[in-house]
């Protein structure tokens, strides 16, 4: 019987540590917003952050609202297109009253991070900042730093808590590496 665990060659980050990156980031988004009458919005880039933003909105302590965007910059599998499209928009009024937090699940190029950032900003959003469960800052194209980073790592193909290859391996715990035969296939 075919087990999906099976697919993974190696785990990079286990439920614990998730959830002590998860703890972290909720303390820092709760030290850097500490006014509780200013709007905090936790903008979810959907599909990959949906797991980390459900995580970590239970863990900030001050009141929070969420949204949420689809973005694509790939056109299938791990084929990048450079170019960043707006699938799913966010559809505020109040966008000017609102201090924004991206939710994303990893970085890589920084382009769409990029994009987004200038985007949200021409919105009107009072202040824009970027949470990232993982970063590959070797992957960058463009200068871009997160304002809160999970964890760095090496160019891994990894999936879980999220992460996806081919809408697959969302619902794992943890974040795994996947292996190479899973993606090559012919």
Do not use: W
């Not at 001050?62 to 910059?73: A, C, G, T, W």
């Not at 994009?115 to 970063?135: F, P």
């Amino acid at each position: 019987m075919y087990n999906i665990n099976d697919d993974i060659d190696y785990i990079i980050i286990d439920q614990n540590e998730i959830d002590k990156i998860v703890t972290r980031i909720a303390a820092d988004i709760d030290r850097d917003y500490p006014d509780p009458e200013k709007k905090l919005l936790l903008l979810c880039i959907l599909k990959g952050s949906v797991v980390f933003m459900g995580d970590l909105m239970k863990k900030i302590r001050r009141p929070v609202e969420v949204d949420f965007m689809r973005i694509s910059s790939y056109h299938s599998g791990t084929t990048s297109s450079g170019t960043v499209n707006i699938l799913l928009d966010l559809a505020r009024k109040d966008i000017s009253s609102l201090d924004i937090v991206v939710i994303e699940d990893i970085i890589d190029s920084g382009n769409t991070m990029t994009y987004l950032m200038k985007y949200l900003h021409l919105k009107g959003a009072r202040s824009v900042r970027v949470a990232s469960l993982l970063d590959k800052p070797s992957r960058r194209q463009v200068q871009f730093e997160a304002d809160y980073v999970g964890r760095v790592i090496d160019d891994l193909f990894v999936v879980g808590y999220g992460l996806d290859y081919d809408e697959k391996y969302r619902a794992l715990p943890y974040v795994g590496v996947l292996k190479p035969s899973v993606y090559t296939k012919q």
